[in-house]
């Protein structure tokens, strides 16, 4: 079950990563598809390279990878 405060933080983060989503910017996406592929390259990094503080990664804690990725 998701928490509202998980889904605003998760939303802040993606906010402030990718200068996509920012309300005024001059990095924006002409197309739709760009958007989405910026997107997932973002959702990969942070499940599987990311290490937070404990050294392993949420697809780690999930049991879908064994090792943090390069």
């Known amino acids: 079950m998701y ?3 998980d889904v605003e933080n998760y939303n802040g983060i993606l906010r402030e990563r ?6 005024k ?3 924006f996406s002409k197309r739709r598809w ?4 910026s997107l997932q390259l973002f ?3 942070w499940n599987f390279i990311n ?4 050294r392993s990664s949420p697809a780690m804690l999930e049991g ?3 090792h943090l990725w390069t």
Do not use: N, P, S, W
């Open 25 to 27: 910017t001059k990095c």
């Open 43 to 45: 959702q990969f990094y």
């Open 64 to 66: 879908l990878a064994d």
């Open 51 to 54: 290490g937070f503080k404990r």
């Open 3 to 5: 928490e509202t405060t």
């Open 18 to 23: 990718i200068g996509r989503l920012v309300r």
């Open 34 to 37: 760009m958007l989405k592929c």
